[in-house]
């Protein structure tokens, strides 16, 4: 059960028939949890528009915002999009559904992103790269003039780190003294900082970027956000970490009483 929020400023049902969204019907309908990223997804996609750049997000939630765009340009509904993929994976998505795909160089002010969150705190403030690519999402969403944010309500939280890993992308170098300084410096926290691993823990994990992860677990809520991205950030041999602060212009929410949307 998602914790509870302050309240979103509209409502409405949706269920998913065919691949796309319409009226939920009176009967009782139980939804996953993938149907309920694939409703957030769709909705988010009703605000791209022909001849717009977009951020293409990375995760399970954005994928179905990828695949739906592809959608609607095959049939000829949207024209002209020119993607901006946050990672490979889904620069092998969009490739392979024939999205056209550019870059931040050519194209250094995007229109919109949608992408997925690992965490959504009442002020919008986000937890992301769970998934490994925080640093291409943070550049990326960074440089939209909207970013929109999907999930499921299971992603709503009290505060920042509350339901599990804050992750901070570092340089290979050194790594285990970054580790323990990025620890010390939430310790009030209760801190625990663990490096991430692939496969059972048999190999380091490597980011997009050639880069490590060490994630964060807070026993209790780490306060000023601002105040503690700051400090992450001035440690040499941080990159960048997974704290998305006031970035967020629109968050749109699935679950079982329907879709919810906050602007900011």
């Avoid at 695949?67 to 609607?72: K, N, T, V």
């Avoid at 705190?121 to 939209?144: F, P, Q, T, W």
């Avoid at 970013?147 to 570092?170: C, N, Q």
């Avoid at 602060?245 to 879709?259: F, K, N, S």
Wanted: net charge negative; with cysteine.
């Amino acid at each position: 059960m998602a914790i509870p929020c302050p309240p979103f400023i509209r409502s409405e049902k949706l269920s998913v028939e065919s691949g796309a969204m319409s009226p939920s019907s009176p009967s009782p309908l139980i939804l996953t949890q993938d149907e309920l990223k694939k409703i957030a997804a769709y909705k988010a996609v009703e605000f791209v528009q022909s001849g717009m750049v977009l951020g293409l997000g990375t995760g399970s939630t954005a994928k179905h915002a990828v695949d739906r765009i592809a959608d609607l340009l095959h049939q000829g509904k949207l024209k002209n999009i020119v993607g901006i993929p946050t990672s490979k994976k889904t620069h092998q998505q969009a490739v392979s559904l024939g999205i056209p795909l550019s870059d931040l160089d050519s194209h250094p002010v995007v229109d919109l992103a949608i992408d997925g969150a690992d965490e959504v705190d009442s002020n919008l403030n986000l937890v992301k790269g769970r998934g490994g690519s925080l640093l291409r999402e943070k550049m990326i969403e960074s440089a939209c003039k909207k970013f929109i944010v999907i999930v499921d309500e299971s992603k709503l939280v009290a505060h920042v780190g509350a339901s599990g890993a804050m992750p901070v992308e570092v340089v290979p170098f050194c790594w285990k003294f970054t580790q323990d300084r990025l620890q010390n410096l939430f310790d009030y926290a209760g801190c625990v900082a663990k490096l991430r691993t692939d496969n059972g823990g048999e190999k380091i994990f490597v980011t997009d970027n050639g880069n490590y992860i060490v994630d964060l677990f807070f026993k209790k809520d780490i306060g000023d956000l601002n105040v503690a991205s700051d400090a992450i950030l001035r440690l040499a041999g941080v990159v960048e970490h997974g704290m998305f602060l006031d970035m967020a212009t629109t968050v749109i929410v699935a679950g079982e009483l329907g879709i919810t949307i906050k602007n900011k």
